[in-house]
């Protein structure tokens, strides 16, 4: 299995905007549901901060992740600069 995190201070009123997006339900998740290789999207709000939010994206394996985002690419930047309007830091945690 390959996993990538992201980290993300959403920009005040923005949160449920960014939980429709990046929720089990949103935008990402059904590009990357296009896909049989992905395994599925975690989205875990930080206990404290107020708009912190963590992404766990997760694939069969790394080449699976990178063949995907090399074939939607277009789609891929589509949806990312539309999010980066309710998103005031985004920052890759890792992938592991």
């Given at each position: 299995?390959?996993v990538?995190?992201?980290?993300?201070?959403?920009?005040?009123?923005?949160?449920?905007?960014?939980?429709?997006?990046?929720?089990?339900?949103?935008?990402?998740?059904?590009?990357?549901?296009?896909?049989?290789r992905?395994?599925?999207?975690?989205?875990?709000?930080e206990?404290?901060?107020?708009?912190?939010?963590?992404?766990?994206?997760?694939?069969?394996?790394?080449q699976?992740?990178?063949?995907?985002?090399?074939?939607?690419?277009?789609?891929?930047?589509?949806?990312?600069?539309?999010?980066?309007?309710?998103?005031?830091?985004?920052?890759?945690?890792?992938?592991?």
């Open positions: 299995m390959f990538t995190l992201w980290e993300f201070e959403v920009k005040r009123g923005c949160e449920e905007l960014f939980e429709k997006s990046y929720g089990p339900e949103g935008a990402w998740v059904r590009l990357f549901r296009q896909d049989r992905y395994l599925g999207t975690r989205l875990f709000r206990v404290g901060a107020e708009r912190v939010y963590l992404t766990l994206d997760c694939w069969e394996s790394r699976a992740y990178e063949e995907f985002r090399e074939k939607r690419a277009a789609e891929y930047a589509r949806i990312d600069t539309y999010c980066e309007r309710i998103t005031a830091r985004e920052a890759k945690v890792g992938e592991f």
